[in-house]
Protein backbone atom coordinates (compact mmCIF):
# COMPACT_ATOMS: atom_id res chain seq x y z
CA UNK A 1 0.00 0.00 0.00
CA UNK A 2 1.51 3.35 -1.22
CA UNK A 3 1.97 5.43 2.08
CA UNK A 4 -0.13 8.33 0.48
CA UNK A 5 -2.79 5.61 1.81
CA UNK A 6 -1.57 5.12 5.32
CA UNK A 7 -4.91 6.18 6.62
CA UNK A 8 -6.19 2.98 5.34
CA UNK A 9 -6.82 0.78 8.55
CA UNK A 10 -5.11 3.34 10.82
CA UNK A 11 -6.17 4.14 14.37
CA UNK A 12 -7.13 7.53 14.57
CA UNK A 13 -7.35 8.72 18.33
CA UNK A 14 -9.39 11.76 18.91
CA UNK A 15 -8.21 14.73 21.28
CA UNK A 16 -10.74 17.24 22.84
CA UNK A 17 -8.18 19.88 23.42
CA UNK A 18 -10.05 21.46 26.35
CA UNK A 19 -10.18 18.52 28.56
CA UNK A 20 -6.50 16.67 27.17
CA UNK A 21 -4.41 18.83 29.40
CA UNK A 22 -3.76 22.25 30.82
CA UNK A 23 -0.26 23.72 30.51
CA UNK A 24 -0.79 26.98 31.73
CA UNK A 25 -2.61 26.53 34.86
CA UNK A 26 -6.24 28.52 33.68
CA UNK A 27 -7.91 25.57 33.92
CA UNK A 28 -8.54 24.63 30.36
CA UNK A 29 -6.68 22.24 28.28
CA UNK A 30 -4.34 23.60 25.50
CA UNK A 31 -2.23 22.39 22.35
CA UNK A 32 0.90 23.04 24.26
CA UNK A 33 -0.82 20.56 26.31
CA UNK A 34 -0.90 18.16 23.84
CA UNK A 35 2.49 18.83 22.89
CA UNK A 36 3.59 17.87 26.25
CA UNK A 37 1.56 14.74 26.14
CA UNK A 38 3.00 13.27 22.44
CA UNK A 39 5.34 11.05 24.03
CA UNK A 40 2.51 9.16 25.46
CA UNK A 41 0.12 8.88 22.26
CA UNK A 42 3.23 7.45 20.82
CA UNK A 43 3.26 4.74 23.35
CA UNK A 44 -0.58 3.91 22.23
CA UNK A 45 0.12 2.67 18.99
CA UNK A 46 -2.09 4.93 17.43
CA UNK A 47 -1.12 6.12 13.71
CA UNK A 48 -3.34 9.39 13.90
CA UNK A 49 -4.86 11.98 16.18
CA UNK A 50 -7.70 13.90 15.64
CA UNK A 51 -7.68 17.52 17.13
CA UNK A 52 -11.28 18.77 17.91
CA UNK A 53 -11.88 22.83 17.03
CA UNK A 54 -9.44 25.00 18.44
CA UNK A 55 -9.77 28.02 16.42
CA UNK A 56 -11.10 31.22 17.21
CA UNK A 57 -14.55 31.25 18.71
CA UNK A 58 -16.93 32.77 21.06
CA UNK A 59 -16.90 29.33 22.41
CA UNK A 60 -21.12 29.29 22.37
CA UNK A 61 -20.69 25.16 21.57
CA UNK A 62 -17.31 25.09 22.39
CA UNK A 63 -15.40 25.64 19.44
CA UNK A 64 -17.70 24.44 16.73
CA UNK A 65 -18.70 28.29 16.54
CA UNK A 66 -15.62 29.40 14.59
CA UNK A 67 -15.11 33.59 14.21
CA UNK A 68 -11.80 33.69 12.45
CA UNK A 69 -10.66 29.93 10.30
CA UNK A 70 -6.92 31.03 10.02
CA UNK A 71 -6.06 31.59 14.16
CA UNK A 72 -5.74 29.89 17.24
CA UNK A 73 -8.12 30.56 19.57
CA UNK A 74 -5.93 32.01 22.50
CA UNK A 75 -7.09 29.67 24.99
CA UNK A 76 -5.54 27.11 23.71
CA UNK A 77 -2.49 29.03 22.29
CA UNK A 78 -1.01 30.14 19.06
CA UNK A 79 0.06 29.62 15.44
CA UNK A 80 3.39 29.29 16.53
CA UNK A 81 2.25 26.92 19.15
CA UNK A 82 0.36 24.69 16.35
CA UNK A 83 3.55 24.86 14.09
CA UNK A 84 5.28 23.19 16.71
CA UNK A 85 2.76 20.38 17.38
CA UNK A 86 2.89 19.45 14.03
CA UNK A 87 6.71 19.10 13.94
CA UNK A 88 6.74 17.76 17.26
CA UNK A 89 3.98 14.64 16.11
CA UNK A 90 5.77 14.28 12.79
CA UNK A 91 8.77 13.41 14.54
CA UNK A 92 7.17 10.58 16.53
CA UNK A 93 5.56 9.74 13.11
CA UNK A 94 2.11 10.75 14.21
CA UNK A 95 -0.06 12.00 11.49
CA UNK A 96 -2.38 15.37 12.59
CA UNK A 97 -6.31 15.50 11.46
CA UNK A 98 -7.71 18.80 12.29
CA UNK A 99 -11.54 19.65 12.37
CA UNK A 100 -13.06 21.90 9.92
CA UNK A 101 -16.25 23.01 10.39
CA UNK A 102 -17.64 24.03 6.94
CA UNK A 103 -21.04 24.26 7.00
CA UNK A 104 -21.62 27.33 9.32
CA UNK A 105 -19.96 29.85 11.14
CA UNK A 106 -20.14 32.02 14.63
CA UNK A 107 -22.66 34.76 13.64
CA UNK A 108 -19.42 36.48 15.30
CA UNK A 109 -17.42 35.85 12.08
CA UNK A 110 -16.81 39.12 9.88
CA UNK A 111 -18.64 37.24 6.94
CA UNK A 112 -22.02 37.10 8.99
CA UNK A 113 -21.24 40.59 10.76
CA UNK A 114 -21.64 41.83 7.03
CA UNK A 115 -23.91 39.81 5.67
CA UNK A 116 -26.94 40.83 8.58
CA UNK A 117 -26.34 44.50 7.72
CA UNK A 118 -28.59 45.06 4.70
CA UNK A 119 -29.54 42.81 1.68
CA UNK A 120 -27.29 44.72 -0.45
CA UNK A 121 -23.71 44.60 0.96
CA UNK A 122 -20.62 42.37 -0.89
CA UNK A 123 -21.66 39.34 1.81
CA UNK A 124 -25.44 39.46 1.30
CA UNK A 125 -26.06 36.58 0.17
CA UNK A 126 -23.47 34.12 2.19
CA UNK A 127 -26.19 33.39 4.77
CA UNK A 128 -29.16 31.31 4.21
CA UNK A 129 -31.51 34.13 4.34
CA UNK A 130 -35.32 34.17 4.00
CA UNK A 131 -38.57 36.16 3.88
CA UNK A 132 -41.09 35.77 6.61
CA UNK A 133 -44.27 34.37 5.71
CA UNK A 134 -47.13 36.73 5.84
CA UNK A 135 -48.11 36.24 9.51
CA UNK A 136 -44.29 36.78 10.23
CA UNK A 137 -43.69 32.95 11.29
CA UNK A 138 -40.49 31.74 9.64
CA UNK A 139 -40.75 30.42 6.27
CA UNK A 140 -41.15 27.00 6.83
CA UNK A 141 -40.78 24.10 9.26
CA UNK A 142 -37.22 23.00 9.73
CA UNK A 143 -36.02 22.63 13.21
CA UNK A 144 -32.87 23.14 14.69
CA UNK A 145 -30.98 19.85 16.56
CA UNK A 146 -30.49 22.23 19.80
CA UNK A 147 -33.76 22.97 20.20
CA UNK A 148 -36.36 24.87 18.60
CA UNK A 149 -36.92 25.92 14.81
CA UNK A 150 -33.84 26.66 13.18
CA UNK A 151 -34.65 29.98 12.11
CA UNK A 152 -33.66 33.34 14.07
CA UNK A 153 -35.28 36.78 12.76
CA UNK A 154 -32.57 39.81 12.02
CA UNK A 155 -33.76 43.08 12.41
CA UNK A 156 -31.52 44.71 10.66
CA UNK A 157 -32.82 42.93 7.40
CA UNK A 158 -36.12 42.11 8.41
CA UNK A 159 -35.78 38.58 7.52
CA UNK A 160 -35.04 35.25 9.31
CA UNK A 161 -31.45 33.36 8.79
CA UNK A 162 -30.76 29.56 8.85
CA UNK A 163 -29.10 27.43 12.08
CA UNK A 164 -29.07 24.33 12.09
CA UNK A 165 -27.40 24.02 15.49
CA UNK A 166 -27.10 27.16 18.32
CA UNK A 167 -28.79 30.35 17.17
CA UNK A 168 -25.03 31.76 17.31
CA UNK A 169 -24.27 29.11 14.40
CA UNK A 170 -25.71 30.60 11.33
CA UNK A 171 -25.62 28.20 8.04
CA UNK A 172 -23.61 29.43 5.22
CA UNK A 173 -25.55 29.80 1.76
CA UNK A 174 -23.12 27.15 -0.61
CA UNK A 175 -25.37 27.68 -3.35
CA UNK A 176 -23.41 31.00 -3.53
CA UNK A 177 -19.78 30.06 -5.89
CA UNK A 178 -17.66 32.38 -3.45
CA UNK A 179 -19.03 30.96 -0.66
CA UNK A 180 -17.03 27.31 -1.66
CA UNK A 181 -14.11 29.00 -2.83
CA UNK A 182 -13.84 31.26 0.41
CA UNK A 183 -14.36 28.00 2.43
CA UNK A 184 -11.90 26.15 0.62
CA UNK A 185 -9.17 28.61 0.86
CA UNK A 186 -9.41 28.43 4.43
CA UNK A 187 -8.80 24.47 4.29
CA UNK A 188 -5.95 25.51 2.30
CA UNK A 189 -4.53 27.53 4.57
CA UNK A 190 -4.23 24.39 7.42
CA UNK A 191 -2.83 22.00 4.58
CA UNK A 192 -0.21 24.63 3.61
CA UNK A 193 0.39 24.53 7.25
CA UNK A 194 1.06 20.78 6.91
CA UNK A 195 -1.83 19.00 8.11
CA UNK A 196 -2.25 15.40 7.38
CA UNK A 197 -5.81 15.57 7.05
CA UNK A 198 -9.62 16.55 8.27
CA UNK A 199 -12.29 15.41 9.90
CA UNK A 200 -15.23 17.35 8.31
CA UNK A 201 -18.09 18.10 11.09
CA UNK A 202 -21.55 17.89 9.64
CA UNK A 203 -20.18 17.65 6.02
CA UNK A 204 -23.80 16.63 4.76
CA UNK A 205 -25.90 19.84 6.16
CA UNK A 206 -23.27 22.67 3.76
CA UNK A 207 -26.37 23.11 1.20
CA UNK A 208 -30.02 23.36 1.97
CA UNK A 209 -32.94 22.94 -0.16
CA UNK A 210 -33.03 26.29 -2.55
CA UNK A 211 -36.77 25.83 -2.46
CA UNK A 212 -37.38 26.36 1.32
CA UNK A 213 -39.82 22.83 1.21
CA UNK A 214 -41.34 21.45 4.17
CA UNK A 215 -39.29 19.09 5.86
CA UNK A 216 -42.50 15.89 6.01
CA UNK A 217 -43.55 14.58 9.38
CA UNK A 218 -41.94 11.25 11.11
CA UNK A 219 -44.32 8.74 12.39
CA UNK A 220 -43.73 8.16 16.26
CA UNK A 221 -42.73 4.55 15.88
CA UNK A 222 -39.73 5.28 13.35
CA UNK A 223 -38.24 8.21 15.34
CA UNK A 224 -34.40 7.36 16.34
CA UNK A 225 -32.06 9.29 17.55
CA UNK A 226 -28.36 9.81 15.97
CA UNK A 227 -26.18 12.30 18.05
CA UNK A 228 -29.89 13.71 19.36
CA UNK A 229 -32.66 12.15 21.64
CA UNK A 230 -36.07 10.83 20.72
CA UNK A 231 -37.52 13.10 22.39
CA UNK A 232 -35.96 16.28 20.90
CA UNK A 233 -38.63 17.54 18.15
CA UNK A 234 -35.91 17.49 15.80
CA UNK A 235 -36.61 13.55 15.46
CA UNK A 236 -40.14 14.04 14.59
CA UNK A 237 -39.44 14.88 10.78
CA UNK A 238 -37.64 13.38 7.42
CA UNK A 239 -34.76 15.32 7.33
CA UNK A 240 -35.14 15.29 3.33
CA UNK A 241 -34.37 19.41 2.44
CA UNK A 242 -32.44 20.87 5.02
CA UNK A 243 -29.27 19.03 4.63
CA UNK A 244 -27.96 16.16 2.59
CA UNK A 245 -28.79 17.83 -0.78
CA UNK A 246 -27.57 16.62 -4.29
CA UNK A 247 -25.53 19.83 -4.58
CA UNK A 248 -23.12 18.62 -1.82
CA UNK A 249 -21.66 15.36 -4.11
CA UNK A 250 -20.42 18.25 -6.14
CA UNK A 251 -18.53 19.90 -3.27
CA UNK A 252 -17.35 16.60 -2.06
CA UNK A 253 -15.30 16.58 -5.58
CA UNK A 254 -14.55 20.21 -4.98
CA UNK A 255 -12.98 19.13 -1.51
CA UNK A 256 -11.30 15.97 -3.03
CA UNK A 257 -9.51 17.85 -6.01
CA UNK A 258 -8.24 20.59 -3.21
CA UNK A 259 -6.77 17.38 -1.13
CA UNK A 260 -5.55 15.84 -4.25
CA UNK A 261 -3.46 18.84 -4.95
CA UNK A 262 -1.51 17.82 -1.34
CA UNK A 263 -0.49 13.53 -1.77
CA UNK A 264 -1.16 11.22 1.46
CA UNK A 265 -3.71 14.11 3.35
CA UNK A 266 -7.43 12.64 3.81
CA UNK A 267 -10.78 13.99 4.36
CA UNK A 268 -13.42 12.07 6.92
CA UNK A 269 -16.36 12.98 6.84
CA UNK A 270 -18.93 12.94 9.73
CA UNK A 271 -22.47 12.76 8.22
CA UNK A 272 -25.94 11.80 9.81
CA UNK A 273 -28.65 11.61 8.11
CA UNK A 274 -31.66 9.56 7.12
CA UNK A 275 -30.00 7.28 5.79
CA UNK A 276 -26.71 7.66 7.20
CA UNK A 277 -24.77 4.38 5.75
CA UNK A 278 -26.39 5.07 2.09
CA UNK A 279 -25.04 8.60 2.35
CA UNK A 280 -21.68 7.26 3.32
CA UNK A 281 -21.55 5.16 0.22
CA UNK A 282 -22.70 8.15 -2.19
CA UNK A 283 -19.94 10.54 -0.39
CA UNK A 284 -17.30 8.41 -0.93
CA UNK A 285 -17.81 6.79 -4.07
CA UNK A 286 -15.77 7.04 -7.12
CA UNK A 287 -12.44 7.82 -5.98
CA UNK A 288 -13.12 11.45 -6.17
CA UNK A 289 -14.91 12.76 -3.42
CA UNK A 290 -14.06 11.68 0.58
CA UNK A 291 -11.30 9.39 1.18
CA UNK A 292 -13.48 8.10 4.45
CA UNK A 293 -17.09 8.76 5.89
CA UNK A 294 -18.19 7.60 9.33
CA UNK A 295 -21.45 8.40 11.01
CA UNK A 296 -23.58 7.55 14.26
CA UNK A 297 -24.35 4.67 13.69
CA UNK A 298 -22.36 2.37 16.34
CA UNK A 299 -22.58 5.67 18.83
CA UNK A 300 -26.15 4.80 19.69
CA UNK A 301 -27.45 2.77 23.12
CA UNK A 302 -28.41 -0.80 21.29
CA UNK A 303 -25.44 -3.08 21.74
CA UNK A 304 -26.31 -6.72 19.88
CA UNK A 305 -24.43 -8.60 17.85
CA UNK A 306 -27.21 -8.65 15.24
CA UNK A 307 -27.49 -4.31 15.08
CA UNK A 308 -23.72 -4.32 14.79
CA UNK A 309 -23.32 -7.09 12.15
CA UNK A 310 -26.33 -5.09 10.53
CA UNK A 311 -25.52 -1.84 10.27
CA UNK A 312 -21.13 -3.26 9.44
CA UNK A 313 -23.17 -5.70 6.58
CA UNK A 314 -25.42 -2.54 5.30
CA UNK A 315 -22.87 -0.59 5.04
CA UNK A 316 -20.32 -3.13 2.96
CA UNK A 317 -23.06 -3.77 0.79
CA UNK A 318 -23.64 0.08 -0.17
CA UNK A 319 -20.21 1.51 0.22
CA UNK A 320 -18.19 -0.22 -2.77
CA UNK A 321 -15.69 2.03 -3.94
CA UNK A 322 -15.32 4.09 -0.79
CA UNK A 323 -13.35 3.60 2.74
CA UNK A 324 -15.62 3.18 6.13
CA UNK A 325 -14.27 4.59 9.33
CA UNK A 326 -15.76 3.37 12.66
CA UNK A 327 -15.95 5.05 16.27
CA UNK A 328 -17.91 3.37 19.22
CA UNK A 329 -17.38 7.01 20.77
CA UNK A 330 -16.67 10.56 20.57
CA UNK A 331 -17.16 13.89 22.02
CA UNK A 332 -21.11 14.16 21.27
CA UNK A 333 -22.32 10.83 22.89
CA UNK A 334 -22.28 9.16 26.22
CA UNK A 335 -19.08 7.37 26.99
CA UNK A 336 -19.10 3.69 25.80
CA UNK A 337 -17.67 1.66 29.03
CA UNK A 338 -21.15 3.35 30.26
CA UNK A 339 -23.33 3.36 27.26
CA UNK A 340 -22.71 -0.50 26.27
CA UNK A 341 -22.65 -1.72 29.90
CA UNK A 342 -24.91 -4.46 31.22
CA UNK A 343 -24.87 -3.77 34.43
CA UNK A 344 -24.36 0.35 35.14
CA UNK A 345 -20.96 -0.60 36.06
CA UNK A 346 -17.58 0.12 33.69
CA UNK A 347 -15.87 -3.41 33.37
CA UNK A 348 -13.09 -3.61 32.68
CA UNK A 349 -13.26 -7.30 31.01
CA UNK A 350 -15.77 -5.83 28.72
CA UNK A 351 -14.12 -2.81 27.39
CA UNK A 352 -10.95 -4.49 26.86
CA UNK A 353 -12.85 -6.34 24.28
CA UNK A 354 -14.76 -3.48 22.52
CA UNK A 355 -11.07 -2.32 22.15
CA UNK A 356 -10.37 -5.31 19.96
CA UNK A 357 -13.75 -5.50 18.34
CA UNK A 358 -13.95 -1.66 17.23
CA UNK A 359 -10.08 -2.59 15.56
CA UNK A 360 -11.32 -5.56 14.01
CA UNK A 361 -13.79 -3.93 11.82
CA UNK A 362 -12.99 -3.55 7.87
CA UNK A 363 -11.76 0.15 7.72
CA UNK A 364 -10.29 3.14 10.45
CA UNK A 365 -10.92 3.19 13.47
CA UNK A 366 -11.87 6.62 15.61
CA UNK A 367 -11.43 5.93 19.62
CA UNK A 368 -12.00 8.96 21.68
CA UNK A 369 -9.64 9.79 24.34
CA UNK A 370 -10.22 7.97 28.12
CA UNK A 371 -11.02 4.51 25.84
CA UNK A 372 -8.21 3.32 26.43
CA UNK A 373 -8.59 3.85 30.26
CA UNK A 374 -12.04 2.71 30.28
CA UNK A 375 -13.18 6.07 31.41
CA UNK A 376 -17.06 6.17 31.90
CA UNK A 377 -19.79 8.48 31.49
CA UNK A 378 -18.51 11.12 34.26
CA UNK A 379 -21.61 12.54 36.76
CA UNK A 380 -22.09 16.16 36.20
CA UNK A 381 -24.39 18.23 38.50
CA UNK A 382 -26.74 20.79 36.30
CA UNK A 383 -25.18 23.43 38.02
CA UNK A 384 -21.40 22.64 36.62
CA UNK A 385 -23.08 21.82 33.13
CA UNK A 386 -21.30 23.87 30.26
CA UNK A 387 -23.03 22.20 27.04
CA UNK A 388 -26.39 24.35 26.32
CA UNK A 389 -27.60 21.33 24.77
CA UNK A 390 -27.51 19.45 27.73
CA UNK A 391 -29.19 22.84 29.67
CA UNK A 392 -31.57 22.93 27.06
CA UNK A 393 -33.23 19.42 27.30
CA UNK A 394 -31.83 18.55 30.78
CA UNK A 395 -33.25 16.10 32.98
CA UNK A 396 -34.17 13.54 29.82
CA UNK A 397 -30.68 14.09 28.52
CA UNK A 398 -28.07 15.62 30.49
CA UNK A 399 -25.60 16.62 26.96
CA UNK A 400 -22.68 15.80 25.99
CA UNK A 401 -20.53 17.21 29.24
CA UNK A 402 -20.28 13.15 30.82
CA UNK A 403 -17.62 12.24 28.57
CA UNK A 404 -15.60 15.71 27.58
CA UNK A 405 -14.88 15.63 31.18
CA UNK A 406 -10.73 16.47 31.72
CA UNK A 407 -8.05 13.55 31.34
CA UNK A 408 -6.86 11.86 34.46
CA UNK A 409 -3.10 11.71 34.01
CA UNK A 410 -1.70 11.01 37.97
CA UNK A 411 -3.88 10.01 40.39
CA UNK A 412 -2.42 11.89 43.29
CA UNK A 413 -2.27 15.24 41.76
CA UNK A 414 -4.57 17.87 41.88
CA UNK A 415 -7.47 17.72 39.86
CA UNK A 416 -5.71 14.59 38.36
CA UNK A 417 -2.76 16.09 36.83
CA UNK A 418 -5.11 17.53 34.45
CA UNK A 419 -4.39 21.42 35.46
CA UNK A 420 -2.93 23.34 38.51
CA UNK A 421 -6.24 25.50 38.66
CA UNK A 422 -9.98 25.12 38.45
CA UNK A 423 -10.79 23.11 35.20
CA UNK A 424 -13.48 23.99 33.03
CA UNK A 425 -15.18 20.80 33.84
CA UNK A 426 -15.42 18.76 37.03
CA UNK A 427 -12.58 15.56 36.76
CA UNK A 428 -14.38 12.92 38.00
CA UNK A 429 -12.98 10.83 41.44
CA UNK A 430 -14.36 7.59 39.31
CA UNK A 431 -11.75 8.68 36.81
CA UNK A 432 -9.05 9.96 38.65
CA UNK A 433 -8.70 6.17 40.22
CA UNK A 434 -7.92 4.69 36.13
CA UNK A 435 -5.33 7.82 35.77
CA UNK A 436 -2.71 7.24 33.65
CA UNK A 437 0.29 6.81 35.71
CA UNK A 438 -1.76 3.69 37.66
CA UNK A 439 -2.98 1.81 35.04
CA UNK A 440 0.46 2.12 32.81
CA UNK A 441 2.41 0.03 35.57
CA UNK A 442 -0.37 -2.58 35.42
CA UNK A 443 -0.29 -5.35 33.08
CA UNK A 444 -3.75 -6.26 33.58
CA UNK A 445 -5.02 -2.93 32.73
CA UNK A 446 -7.43 -1.08 30.20
CA UNK A 447 -4.23 0.97 29.15
CA UNK A 448 -1.98 -1.80 28.76
CA UNK A 449 -4.06 -4.26 26.59
CA UNK A 450 -4.99 -1.17 24.23
CA UNK A 451 -1.31 -1.02 24.10
CA UNK A 452 -0.63 -4.90 23.43
CA UNK A 453 -3.81 -5.03 21.35
CA UNK A 454 -2.57 -2.09 18.90
CA UNK A 455 0.70 -3.36 18.73
CA UNK A 456 -0.37 -6.79 17.54
CA UNK A 457 -2.53 -5.12 15.24
CA UNK A 458 -0.45 -3.46 13.17
CA UNK A 459 1.71 -6.64 12.56
CA UNK A 460 -1.76 -8.14 11.14
CA UNK A 461 -2.17 -7.48 7.20
CA UNK A 462 -5.78 -8.98 7.32
CA UNK A 463 -6.91 -6.83 10.15
CA UNK A 464 -5.63 -3.48 8.57
CA UNK A 465 -6.79 -4.08 5.11
CA UNK A 466 -8.88 -7.31 4.59
CA UNK A 467 -12.38 -7.66 3.50
CA UNK A 468 -15.09 -9.23 6.24
CA UNK A 469 -17.06 -12.19 5.97
CA UNK A 470 -19.32 -12.60 8.95
CA UNK A 471 -20.03 -16.38 10.21
CA UNK A 472 -23.54 -17.01 11.42
CA UNK A 473 -23.32 -17.35 15.55
CA UNK A 474 -26.67 -16.76 18.07
CA UNK A 475 -26.91 -13.71 20.02
CA UNK A 476 -24.79 -12.50 21.65
CA UNK A 477 -21.62 -13.37 20.22
CA UNK A 478 -19.89 -12.33 16.94
CA UNK A 479 -18.13 -13.92 14.28
CA UNK A 480 -16.22 -12.70 11.46
CA UNK A 481 -13.11 -13.68 9.04
CA UNK A 482 -11.08 -10.70 7.82
CA UNK A 483 -9.21 -11.99 4.73
CA UNK A 484 -6.38 -10.82 2.61
CA UNK A 485 -4.36 -12.44 0.02
CA UNK A 486 -1.93 -13.69 2.32
CA UNK A 487 -3.84 -13.88 5.67
CA UNK A 488 -7.67 -14.92 6.80
CA UNK A 489 -8.38 -14.15 10.64
CA UNK A 490 -11.13 -15.50 12.52
CA UNK A 491 -12.17 -12.66 15.01
CA UNK A 492 -14.80 -14.02 17.49
CA UNK A 493 -16.36 -11.61 20.43
CA UNK A 494 -18.93 -12.40 23.23
CA UNK A 495 -20.95 -9.14 23.96
CA UNK A 496 -22.35 -11.04 27.24
CA UNK A 497 -21.57 -10.75 31.16
CA UNK A 498 -21.42 -14.73 30.80
CA UNK A 499 -19.59 -17.81 29.10
CA UNK A 500 -20.90 -18.62 25.84
CA UNK A 501 -19.98 -21.63 23.12
CA UNK A 502 -20.74 -21.69 19.42
CA UNK A 503 -20.18 -23.73 16.61
CA UNK A 504 -17.89 -22.98 13.52
CA UNK A 505 -16.94 -23.48 10.07
CA UNK A 506 -15.30 -26.75 9.78
CA UNK A 507 -11.43 -24.92 9.39
CA UNK A 508 -8.35 -25.93 11.16
CA UNK A 509 -7.34 -22.82 13.40
CA UNK A 510 -3.89 -21.76 14.87
CA UNK A 511 -4.58 -19.47 17.50
CA UNK A 512 -2.84 -16.09 17.42
CA UNK A 513 -0.47 -15.11 20.30
CA UNK A 514 -2.15 -12.54 21.36
CA UNK A 515 -2.13 -11.18 24.93
CA UNK A 516 -5.54 -11.94 27.16
CA UNK A 517 -7.35 -14.49 24.95
CA UNK A 518 -10.36 -15.25 26.78
CA UNK A 519 -11.76 -18.14 24.60
CA UNK A 520 -10.24 -21.73 23.59
CA UNK A 521 -11.73 -23.91 20.37
CA UNK A 522 -12.01 -27.56 20.58
CA UNK A 523 -13.44 -29.53 17.86
CA UNK A 524 -15.13 -26.38 16.23
CA UNK A 525 -16.64 -25.30 19.27
CA UNK A 526 -15.77 -22.24 20.19
CA UNK A 527 -16.24 -21.62 24.23
CA UNK A 528 -15.80 -17.66 24.94
CA UNK A 529 -15.36 -16.71 28.51
CA UNK A 530 -17.61 -13.59 29.56
CA UNK A 531 -16.55 -10.42 27.48
CA UNK A 532 -13.96 -12.93 25.37
CA UNK A 533 -12.33 -12.61 22.74
CA UNK A 534 -10.36 -15.31 20.28
CA UNK A 535 -8.39 -14.55 17.60
CA UNK A 536 -7.13 -17.30 14.98
CA UNK A 537 -5.39 -17.79 11.66
CA UNK A 538 -7.18 -20.10 9.64
CA UNK A 539 -4.74 -22.47 7.94
CA UNK A 540 -5.23 -23.02 4.32
Known sequence: ?????????????????RSFQDSNADGIGDLQGIIQRLDYIKSLGVDAVWISP???????????????????????????????????????????????VLSHTSNQHPWFVESREDKTNDKADWYVWADANPDGSPPNNWLSIFGGVAWQWEPRRCQYYLHNFLTEQPDLNFHHPEVRKAVLDNVEFWL?????????????????????????????ELRQGRGFSEDNPYAFQYHYYNNTQPENLLFMEEIRALLDRYPGTVSLGEISSEDSLQTMAEYTADGNKLHMGYSFELLTNDYSAKYIRETVSRLESVMTEGWPCWAF????????????????????????MLTAL????????????????????????????????????????????????????????????????KPWLPVSEAHAL???DEQAVDSNSTLSYYQAFLQWRNAQPALKTGDIEFIDTPEPVLAFYRKTQTQTLLCAFNLAATQQSVTLP????RQCELKHLSGTASANVLTLDAFGCYFAEVVQ
Open 434 to 436: RAV
Open 358 to 421: LGSLRGSVCMYQGEELGLGEAAVAFEELQDPYGITFWPNFKGRDGCRTPLPWTKAKTNAGFSES
Open 506 to 509: EVTL
Open 192 to 220: KKGVDGFRLDAINFCFHDKQLRDNPAKPI
Open 1 to 17: MANNEWWKGAVIYQIYP
Open 54 to 100: FFKSPMKDFGYDISDYRDIDPMFGTLEDFDTLISEAHNRDIKIIIDQ
Open 329 to 352: ANHDVERVASRWSVDGKVNDTQVK
